[in-house]
C-alpha cells in the first residue's frame, strides 16, 4: 500500500477545515462604513438605506455582523443600482456624536433611512438574513393602492385614517412628492390613488389630497397647498395620520419608550370611548403646545393592571390620568377635574417645574397651601416609575444572554448592549422565536465543525489505545 495516498492526520484536519471553510463562506459585499464625513450624502442620496449601528465590543453586535452582510449580498443582487438600496453601518464608540443624533441606546439598533430622514420606527424584526432582506423587499413596495373605480372609495376600511390622491398622470412631479410621503408614513395611513378619466370627477380645482378620518360622520379635508411642496404635504398627511393622543399597547410600548419624552397616560376601560374622547378634547386644548415635551397616551386599564397597581389602582378606579416621567408616577387627582379649565396644563407644568418631584421627596409646597391642597395625593408619595422598564437598562451585556441561552441557544435574546427593554409580567412575549441569527447554511458549518471534533477526537483516542 502506498503510503503517500493517505494524509496524515493534521493534513487530514487542515484540509476538512479549508473545505468547509471554502462551501459555507459566502461572497461578502462591503458594508457602507458610516462618519461625519460621509454619512449626509450617502444617505441623502439613499432611495433606502439600513444602518447598522454597533459597538465592537457587544457580543450581539459581533454576532448580527455576517447575518447584516449576506442579507446585503442578497439584496443588492435584487437592487443592483447603486442607490436604490444601502446597507451601512455605524461605530457608535468612533463616532458617539452620530450615535447621540439618532439617539442611539442599545446595540445593535437597526434603523431605516429614506432619503435621508430617518423613520421613526427601528427594526424590531428577526435576525436572519431571510427576515432582514424580506423588510427591505417590504419597504421597496409601492405602499399606495390604486384605484380604478370611485366606486372602490365606498368599500374602504373607515376604521382606518386613509389619504387619498387625486392626479391627472401617475408620471408626474405631484405624485412623486405623494409617493414619497406615502414611502414614510405608511405604516400610519392607508393610501391611495387614483388617476386620469379615474379621478377626473375629484379633480375639478386640478390634482389633490383628500384625507378621510376614521369613522363615517366626520368629514373630509383636503390639502391646500403646494402639490410639489414635500415639506407642506409631509406636514399636513402627518398631522393627520399621527393623532395627539396614542394608544400604547405591548407591541408599540419600547418604540414609544425610545422616544425620550415623559408619558401623560389615560388609563380607561376599552368599551369607555366618552372619557377617551374628553382627553383627547382637553389635551388638544390645553396642552397643544406641549406636543414636543410630553407623550400624550392612552392605555386599556385590562391590559396595563400592572402600571395601575404601581398607582395603587385597578381597573375599578378607572378612568384614571396619570404621569410617568421615568424615575416616578404620578397620579391627576380626579379624572373629573380635567374639565376645570387650565387644571390638566397647571399638572404637566407641575412636572417641568419639578413641583411634582419635589413634592415626593419633601411634601407639599408650604407657600402654596390651597394648590397644595389639591395636588397632595399626586405629590405626597407616588410610586417609582412603571414604564421605565421599557427604556434601556445598564445591567444587560451578560445577564440576558445567561438566561435565554439554555431555552434558545441559537436565539439572540431580545435584551442587547448596553440596555434592556422589558415588558410586564401580564403580557409576555415570544421574542426568542424572532430573534434567530444563524440560518441553515451556518448552521450546517456548525454541526460539521462538531463531527470533525468528534472524529478528530475518536481517532486520537485509537490512537492512544
Not at 415623559?262 to 389635551?283: A, C, G, R
Not at 397644595?372 to 421599557?390: R, T, Y
Request: net charge negative.
Amino acid at each position: 500500500m502506498n503510503p503517500a495516498v493517505f494524509l496524515s492526520l493534521p493534513d487530514l484536519r487542515c484540509s476538512l477545515l479549508l473545505l468547509v471553510t471554502w462551501v459555507f463562506t459566502p461572497v461578502t459585499t462591503e458594508i457602507t462604513s458610516l462618519d461625519t464625513e460621509n454619512i449626509d450624502d450617502i444617505l441623502r442620496n439613499a432611495d433606502v438605506a439600513l444602518v447598522n449601528f454597533y459597538a465592537d465590543w457587544c457580543r450581539f453586535s459581533q454576532m448580527l455582523h455576517p447575518i447584516f452582510e449576506e442579507a446585503s449580498n442578497v439584496i443588492k443582487e435584487e437592487y443592483p443600482s447603486e442607490n436604490q438600496v444601502v446597507f451601512a453601518r455605524v461605530d457608535c464608540d468612533q463616532h458617539s456624536e452620530i450615535a447621540q443624533r439618532y439617539r442611539i441606546s442599545k446595540y445593535p439598533t437597526l434603523k431605516l433611512f429614506r432619503n435621508g430622514m430617518m423613520m421613526k420606527r427601528e427594526y424590531r424584526g428577526q435576525r436572519s438574513v431571510k427576515a432582514l432582506a424580506d423588510y427591505i423587499r417590504q419597504q421597496k413596495s409601492d405602499p399606495i393602492q390604486e384605484l380604478h373605480d370611485l366606486v372602490e372609495i365606498t368599500t374602504l376600511d373607515r376604521s382606518k385614517r386613509n389619504i387619498i390622491g387625486y392626479f391627472e398622470q401617475k408620471d408626474s412631479e405631484h405624485y412623486r412628492v405623494f409617493q414619497r410621503v406615502a414611502n414614510i408614513l405608511h405604516d400610519d395611513c392607508a393610501f391611495f390613488s387614483a388617476f386620469g378619466a379615474v379621478s377626473k370627477p375629484e379633480r375639478y380645482s386640478g390634482d389633490n389630497i383628500i384625507y378621510k378620518p376614521p369613522g363615517h360622520s366626520a368629514p373630509d379635508m383636503v390639502y391646500l397647498g403646494s402639490m410639489t411642496n414635500f415639506d407642506g404635504i409631509y406636514n399636513w398627511i402627518q398631522d393627520k395620520c399621527v393623532p395627539l393622543v396614542r394608544e400604547i399597547t405591548f407591541e408599540n410600548g419600547e418604540e414609544l419608550t425610545e422616544e425620550g419624552l415623559p408619558f401623560l397616560i389615560l388609563f380607561h376601560m376599552k368599551e369607555d370611548t366618552e372619557s377617551l374622547e374628553i382627553f383627547q378634547n382637553e389635551v388638544a386644548r390645553q396642552l397643544i403646545s406641549e406636543k414636543g415635551a410630553i407623550n400624550f397616551l392612552h392605555a386599556d386599564c385590562d391590559k396595563f393592571r400592572h402600571p395601575l397597581l404601581h398607582i395603587q389602582k385597578t381597573p375599578a378606579d378607572c378612568p384614571v390620568i396619570a404621569i410617568d416621567s421615568f424615575r416616578h408616577m404620578y397620579v391627576f387627582e380626579d379624572f373629573k377635574d380635567i374639565l376645570i379649565p387650565g387644571r390638566l396644563k397647571q399638572f404637566v407644568f407641575d412636572l417641568h417645574s419639578g413641583k411634582l418631584h419635589r413634592e415626593f421627596h419633601h411634601g407639599p409646597d408650604p407657600t402654596d397651601t390651597a394648590q397644595g391642597q389639591e395636588v397632595q395625593d399626586v405629590g405626597s408619595s407616588p410610586p417609582e416609575s412603571s414604564f421605565q422598564k421599557l427604556a434601556p437598562s445598564e445591567y444587560r451585556v451578560s445577564r440576558p444572554m445567561q438566561s435565554w441561552k439554555y431555552m434558545y441557544p441559537f436565539s439572540l435574546p431580545p435584551c442587547e448592549c448596553p440596555g434592556s427593554r422589558t415588558l410586564y409580567s401580564q403580557q409576555p412575549r415570544a421574542l426568542p422565536l424572532q430573534r434567530l441569527v444563524i440560518d441553515d447554511t451556518s448552521l450546517q458549518f456548525l454541526l460539521l465543525c462538531q463531527l470533525l471534533t468528534a472524529l478528530t477526537s475518536r481517532q486520537t483516542a485509537q490512537r492512544r489505545v
